[in-house]
């Protein structure tokens, strides 16, 4: 070993015993300790009671509610702890409404009989033997060390003499330095890893009975960022109606208003030109109509709602400017939301292969699977593809789909064709 690889060797065994972390992970076991203590002793006397009085007219429920709510406060307590020394984070279980407690301290049923609830219970109970066990190993290392390096100074004045082995005194310079030197050893290379180790222990075991599953909680973050899709989704189709609205029938609408104005003002004068007004009038309200009827095909079409999802696409392909073949086998009616996100699915695929496939035909197949099961929805066209999936239409597809937890699949290579999928669960 050269004198660079000693000299950082070194380092790195000095750095470990002042390392903050190392005296913070000391201080978790030992305050896990008293912790520990207080949680196991009010976690036994609460559920004895609680259990031994519940078949007294359910006199038990308020003290299992007491229970129930020291197990809420430590499991916070212990997060709190994790994250202030050891900068480990224990995630929380999402938000159930259906967890709670009538007046104050009875607990409703899926709070008392919930997983959580046994989860914290088990860890009050279990935090106790834990922490002994974690506690006498990270102080019996650093005193083995400390007993070690500091025998020359008293190995002289112990009752019974110098200490010895099988006879042989421990006096000599040779053992004492020996000692010195195997304890100092313990407390720089030992003591500071196995105490940074055993808070990583305790970070796995509180992790396992207080965090929820792995898949629970991927599951969580997901859902809240398909919710903030479905937010930015509405947002922005708030915006699209209100700019339709302003831009297109309002302007129709104070024409029209106008034109019958005028009219009104020339009835007595000029007939003939108050009718053609009035005639300017009636084409104005027709074509507010048409964008109105339109505008509501877009937020939601009532032949969606009354007749189903077949006869809602069998409309969009009857204005679709390129010829459209569909394919529908929905044997089960989805749910609204579904239906929804279905009709919308195939509606901005038609709207957008109108505008830039250069397609001469699409082909629209939806198909339910099992009950629930279900919904596949294919679009695909025969244009020059290079469809942009981060495009405005295609992103607010893929939001729209994720909102009902779908799944959104785009192939559009440089050439054709392109493919908008998705599956939609109807659960």
Not at 41 to 66: K, M, Q
Not at 326 to 333: E, Y
Not at 415 to 422: L, M, Q
Request: hydrophobic residues 50%.
């Amino acid at each position: 070993m050269g004198p660079m690889t000693a000299n950082v060797a070194g380092t790195y065994l000095v750095r470990g015993l002042v390392s903050p972390r190392t005296w913070l992970a000391f201080t978790h076991h030992v305050a896990g300790l008293a912790l520990g203590l207080a949680a196991f002793i009010v976690t036994a006397v609460l559920l004895f009671f609680g259990v031994v009085t519940l078949p007294l007219a359910l006199v038990g429920l308020p003290v299992l509610g007491i229970l129930l709510r020291c197990a809420d406060g430590l499991a916070a307590i212990e997060r709190a702890r994790f994250g202030l020394l050891l900068d480990r984070t224990i995630a929380g279980w999402p938000a159930d409404p259906r967890r709670g407690y009538r007046w104050l301290l009875i607990p409703r049923r899926v709070t008392l009989f919930g997983r959580l609830t046994w989860r914290e219970i088990g860890y009050a109970i279990l935090r106790l033997p834990v922490s002994l066990v974690l506690a006498a190993l990270t102080i019996t290392v650093w005193a083995v060390g400390l007993v070690m390096i500091t025998l020359p100074l008293y190995g002289g004045q112990l009752p019974g003499g110098a200490p010895s082995i099988d006879g042989t005194s421990l006096r000599g310079t040779v053992v004492l330095i020996v000692s010195f030197v195997a304890g100092l050893l313990v407390l720089v290379a030992a003591a500071p890893p196995l105490t940074r180790g055993l808070g990583r222990a305790d970070t796995a075991f509180a992790r396992w009975l207080l965090a929820p599953p792995e898949n629970l909680a991927d599951r969580v973050a997901e859902l809240k960022i398909s919710r903030e899709r479905v937010v930015d989704a509405a947002e922005a189709e708030r915006r699209r109606i209100e700019r339709d609205l302003h831009d297109g029938a309002q302007q129709r609408l104070v024409a029209l208003a106008m034109d019958l104005g005028r009219a009104k003002a020339k009835f007595a004068d000029d007939v003939d030109a108050a009718a053609e007004l009035v005639d300017q009038a009636h084409v104005q309200a027709k074509a507010a109509l048409t964008e109105l009827r339109n505008l509501v095909r877009g937020v939601h079409p009532p032949v969606l709602t009354d007749r189903g999802l077949d006869a809602a696409l069998s409309g969009l392909a009857a204005i679709s400017p390129i010829p459209v073949d569909i394919q529908a086998d929905v044997a089960v009616r989805p749910k609204p939301a579904v239906e929804a996100v279905a009709y919308f699915l195939v509606a901005e695929a038609l709207t957008n292969a109108a505008k830039h496939s250069r397609a001469s035909h699409i082909t629209v197949f939806v198909e339910n699977h099992g009950f629930p099961g279900t919904l596949t929805v294919v679009v695909s066209d025969d244009g020059i593809g290079g469809a942009d999936p981060l495009g405005a239409g295609l992103s607010g597809l893929a939001d729209r789909v994720a909102g009902v937890d779908g799944t959104l699949s785009i192939e559009s290579p440089s050439g054709g064709p392109t493919i908008v999928s998705a599956v939609l669960p109807c659960g």
